[in-house]
């Protein structure tokens, strides 16, 4: 088989996908490599997650021609209702008002995943999977891969490597870029659960003093729970009967959505802020959760990723049409400057509102709730949260049919 190409994929999971769905008529030889079979990703308790798209994602993935065949599989946020439990603040953010369709949708990640992989394999990129990588080693010209596959050994070389491997990212570790975490001593639940009464494209993100509580529209009368605790707190509602654990819940969130069941199992991840400290080296990058892992307050995670994946396919196409190096280092650090002040905000918000809103200190608790009781009567500024929310807020990266 062919062992030279122009850039090098690690990870065929959904940032990788869509990074080569992005650059399909650049021009570019691009091989992607996975660690796990399509089999084993698909039979993965990941891929039951909920995924949650803000419109700005949901215009990218249309733009690589990723969304018309599976938005029927997508339940719309048309509202999100924002609380703190105990206390009398409150924000309403309206599709309606802003003159938009959605705010953004929730997805299960099986579903886009599988369409986003079927339409990869139509695009004739070169996949190795089950493949794991074993080292790398980089001159001034490439970079080169050393994989195990088909129990044998072979070297892949490329004029540029990408690591969205996720993030336990061998690439990243194999590069020894190190990282800086944050420990938030909580844990997140996560499961489904069935509602009495319809959720009317609602979510809502309901704070307390253990950490956010969300429930996302799915479809029919089902909502997706990330519910946010300490680690004792999560240990102990992990180990109660279905029965205990649907009244601890319900007691939390309240009957807006009437009498809740389970109609999933529960599972539980502990939450650290995770940064790598830097995305380049050499004739490599990383994106995606390879450089970042957020909380998951506000359902930012796969959204920030996507823009990574999107900017670097719009700065590949762009020099790879100059006849340009697409390795070159200089060139990759200016991609990961584009990107800084995106990461920075976002990691920012993400982070600050999970130390403001999980903390019930007099003095703050009285200052957040006004905030969110002024906002609620504010137009303007209403409307710019709402814009941030959908991702909207700031220049969208254009690929696909959008260049």
């Not at 794991?132 to 195990?148: N, P, Y």
């Not at 100059?322 to 200089?330: A, K, N, S």
Request: hydrophobic letters at 40%.
């Amino acid at each position: 088989m062919r062992t030279q190409y122009d850039a090098l994929i690690i990870g065929g999971g959904l940032a990788g996908n869509c990074l080569a769905l992005a650059l399909q008529g650049s021009g570019l030889e691009i091989a992607m490599v996975e660690a796990q079979s399509r089999e084993q990703l698909q039979n993965s308790w990941a891929g039951d997650r909920a995924l949650a798209l803000a419109a700005g994602t949901v215009t990218m993935l249309d733009a690589l021609g990723a969304w018309q065949g599976v938005s029927d599989k997508a339940a719309l946020i048309e509202d999100i209702h924002v609380s703190d439990r105990g206390h009398f603040g409150k924000t309403r953010l309206s599709s309606k008002k802003e003159g938009v369709k959605a705010l953004g949708y929730v997805i299960k990640a099986r579903d886009i995943e599988n369409h986003v992989a079927d339409l990869v394999e139509r695009t004739g990129v070169v996949k190795l999977s089950p493949a794991r990588l074993a080292g790398l080693a980089s001159t001034d010209s490439d970079v080169g891969a050393s994989l195990e596959y088909s129990d044998e050994s072979l070297t892949l070389t490329a004029k540029l490597l990408i690591g969205a491997d996720g993030g336990n990212s061998s690439v990243r570790k194999l590069l020894d870029i190190g990282q800086q975490t944050t420990e938030y001593g909580q844990t997140a639940l996560v499961t489904t659960v069935n509602c009495s009464l319809p959720h009317r494209n609602t979510a809502f993100e309901r704070f307390t003093v253990s950490g956010p509580l969300a429930l996302l529209p799915i479809e029919g009368s089902q909502c997706a729970v990330v519910w946010t605790n300490t680690h004792r707190d999560a240990e102990s509602l992990m180990s109660v009967s279905d029965e205990e654990f649907i009244e601890r819940l319900q007691d939390c969130f309240g009957y807006r959505l009437g009498e809740l069941s389970l109609a999933a199992p529960r599972r539980a991840f502990p939450l650290t802020l995770v940064q790598a400290e830097t995305m380049v080296k050499g004739r490599a990058v990383i994106i995606g959760n390879a450089v970042h892992q957020l909380h998951p307050v506000a359902g930012q995670g796969f959204n920030l990723g996507l823009r990574d994946v999107v900017q670097l396919a719009e700065m590949l196409i762009e020099q790879a049409k100059r006849e340009r190096d697409i390795g070159d280092p200089m060139f990759l650090r200016s991609y990961a400057q584009s990107r800084r002040k995106d990461l920075n905000k976002i990691i920012s918000f993400t982070d600050n509102v999970v130390r403001i809103f999980s903390n019930d200190w007099i003095a703050l608790a009285a200052a957040r709730n006004l905030g969110l009781a002024l906002l609620d009567t504010l137009p303007g500024g209403k409307s710019l949260l709402t814009r941030h929310a959908m991702g909207l807020a700031g220049r969208l990266p254009r690929v696909g049919n959008r260049r």
